[in-house]
T-cell receptor, first 123, second 107 residues
Framework: QVQLQEGGPGLVKPSENLSLKCSVSGDSMTSYYWTWIRQTPGKGLEWIGNIFYTGSTNYNPSLKSRVTLSLDSSKNQFFLNLSSVTAADTALYYCARGGANCGSVTCLDFDIWGRGTMISVSS | SYELTQPPSVSVSPGQTASITCSGHKLGSNYVSWYQQKAGQSPVLVMYQDMKRPSGIPERFSGTSSGNTATLTIRETQTMDEADYYC??????????FGGGTRLSVL
């Protein structure tokens, strides 16, 4: 059974960088897209970006200037780095898997989700 | 991100049919997925590629898409179906987006 587990600092100061890790267990990262999605308290879901197992990425244009996704397939982990955070980045951050049902970005759905990690931005 | 619009809430009586819509520019030209999120839980995929059900999702759940609107339909709605439902799709520039979510109440 494939499982995803997010890890992060919990609290980040404004203007600092946020780094999150997602650990994948139960399967290889090969052939899948790996995604970060966030949800602000009481609000909806926001797609942040995808990284394919080859390392190619696509990002939400509204966050693109501050986001970097990377992965380490040897450790079955992928990562989110979000620079210069503000209070608006306070959210529950999920990692998810895409590509089990469709092999291209234009039809990706997310069939496996982590439990999420809450990140608060505050001084 | 790709702008998708959903009604904030839908109410239905137990045993009745609930329909949740999702609209977006040229949405019918793009595959739509739907997620169910119960309170305090992670989202769960309930429909993909407009009308395909993942393993384990009841046949009561169905999906359609045409023009600028996709619809998730839940027949014989049960109290266990109470949740927030989100649509998700990609635009032609591979930018993803989620709808704002619809709170389904089964009263």
């Amino acid at each position: 059974q494939v499982q995803l587990q997010e890890g992060g600092p919990g609290l980040v100061k404004p203007s600092e960088n946020l780094s999150l890790k997602c650990s994948v267990s139960g399967d290889s990262m090969t052939s899948y897209y790996w995604t970060w999605i966030r949800q602000t308290p009481g609000k909806g879901l926001e797609w942040i970006g995808n990284i394919f197992y080859t390392g190619s990425t696509n990002y939400n244009p509204s966050l693109k200037s501050r986001v970097t996704l990377s992965l380490d397939s040897s450790k079955n982990q992928f990562f989110l780095n979000l620079s210069s955070v503000t209070a608006a980045d306070t959210a529950l951050y999920y990692c998810a898997r895409g590509g089990a049902n469709c092999g291209s970005v234009t039809c990706l759905d997310f069939d496996i989700w982590g439990r999420g990690t809450m990140i608060s931005v505050s001084s | 991100s790709y702008e998708l619009t959903q009604p904030p809430s839908v109410s239905v009586s137990p045993g009745q049919t609930a329909s949740i819509t999702c609209s977006g520019h040229k949405l019918g030209s793009n595959y739509v997925s739907w997620y169910q999120q119960k309170a305090g839980q992670s989202p769960v995929l309930v429909m993909y590629q407009d009308m395909k059900r993942p393993s384990g999702i009841p046949e009561r759940f169905s999906g359609t898409s045409s023009g600028n609107t996709a619809t998730l339909t839940i027949r014989e709605t049960q109290t266990m179906d109470e949740a927030d439902y989100y649509c998700q799709a990609w635009d032609s520039n591979t930018v993803g987006g989620f709808g704002g979510g619809t709170r389904l109440s089964v009263l």
